[in-house]
């Protein structure tokens, strides 16, 4: 079987090309280190009719070392948070690790799935404590083979974000999920800028990356609005995740590029528009109730009473609708033939009226 066609399950929900698109509320550190905050953005996110909730597991000392050295510190001026040490901006960010258990019960109870981005292996023995039903692995993290390893070994599906990542890294890193007996993955087409602009997103590359892996293709998306994600479904992505927030003038490490309530719910209704207009390729009528529609195709009519044997001309037969009438492209073909009885104007042509 082709992999790209075959689906995944995810808890109770089934992945793939012949289902709506898979989208993912990523909490991030949009909690702002309050975990009645961090509830509030997961009943938004069910409100807003997201299917999974995520949130990442870490503490700033699995991720980095305190140290005041400018290769630990944010330098780039155009960054959101330039001037931070990495140390100082992951203890910001962070998820307590005793908030998991809340957060995710409350995502199940509200019909969602719940499940996280594990830094290292410390993160993966701790969540499979907590049952979740599959891992995603960020884009930071898509070339840690020991850690991609470790997670495809559990046996649960995985989201991994390509952001950065060559085809040659890539590979390797599809290379180790396979190696390590795992499946079930979707890739994510992802940029790693905070926010993306649209023009360095390349969605033309879903089908490429899902021919050239084998494997469904989703996107990551840290663009503004929801145009890229239902351009992405429209080319085939599976899954597509977006930074939540309940508010960005909240402020919060990422909520400048993540998505709001109202914003959410549009992506989700608007992906799943793209996906089911997706459909094949498929001519002529499209359904019944397109046939309807035939009645008011152009036909050829009689716009003038004609007399028994008259001959038709140009001025008595034109082409209008409604559509019961001859086809137009018979209408040079009706010129000049008699009509067999009179007709009245507004009659539909047919062959039968003729000699």
């Known amino acids: 079987m082709n992999r790209s066609q075959a689906t995944l399950r995810i808890g109770d929900r089934v992945v793939g090309p012949g289902h709506r698109p898979f989208v993912i509320a990523e909490m991030s550190g949009n909690h702002n280190q309050s975990l009645e905050r961090a509830l509030s953005i997961v009943d938004a996110a069910a409100n807003a009719g997201a299917h999974a909730l995520k949130i990442q597991t870490y503490t700033a000392d699995t991720m980095t070392l305190d140290v005041d050295d400018d290769a630990f510190r944010i330098t780039d001026q155009g960054s959101l948070w330039k001037g931070k040490s990495l140390h100082k901006l992951y203890d910001e960010a962070h998820t307590p690790w005793e908030w998991h258990q809340p957060i995710f019960?409350?995502?199940r109870q509200r019909g969602?799935?719940?499940?996280?981005?594990?830094?290292d292996e410390s993160a993966v023995d701790f969540l499979e404590t907590l049952g979740v039903p599959c891992y995603k692995i960020a884009s930071f993290e898509n070339t840690d083979l020991p850690l991609i390893r470790r997670v495809a070994k559990t046996g649960k599906p995985m989201i991994v974000s390509t952001g950065m990542a060559s085809v040659g890294e890539l590979a390797e890193t599809v290379e180790a999920i396979r190696g390590a007996g795992c499946e079930d993955f979707v890739l994510l087409k992802?940029?790693?800028?905070?926010?993306?602009?649209?023009?360095c997103t390349n969605v033309a590359t879903i089908p490429h990356m899902r021919e050239l892996f084998g494997c469904q293709v989703g996107l990551s998306d840290h663009t503004m609005g929801v145009g890229v994600a239902v351009a992405a479904v429209a080319l085939g992505a599976t899954v597509v995740e977006k930074h939540f927030t309940l508010a960005r003038a909240d402020g919060g490490v990422d909520s400048s590029f993540s998505?709001?309530?109202?914003?959410?719910?549009?992506l989700v209704v608007e992906t799943e528009r793209a996906w089911q207009g997706l459909?094949?390729?498929?001519y002529g009528v499209q359904s019944a109730q397109e046939k309807k529609s035939l009645a008011f195709r152009r036909s050829l009519y009689v716009v003038r009473d004609?007399?028994?044997?008259e001959v038709l001309t140009a001025d008595a037969v034109r082409a209008i609708r409604p559509g019961f009438g001859l086809p137009p492209k018979h209408q040079e073909a009706v010129i000049g033939r008699h009509v067999r009885h009179a007709v009245k104007r507004g009659t539909p042509l047919s062959w039968d009226l003729l000699d």
Not at 112 to 119: E, G, H, K, Q, W
């Open 279 to 282: 459909g094949q390729v498929s």
């Open 306 to 309: 004609l007399a028994a044997g």
């Open 105 to 107: 019960e409350r995502a």
């Open 190 to 199: 992802c940029t790693s800028t905070y926010p993306a602009s649209p023009e």
């Open 112 to 119: 969602m799935l719940a499940f996280s981005t594990p830094f």
């Open 259 to 266: 998505l709001e309530p109202a914003e959410m719910a549009a």
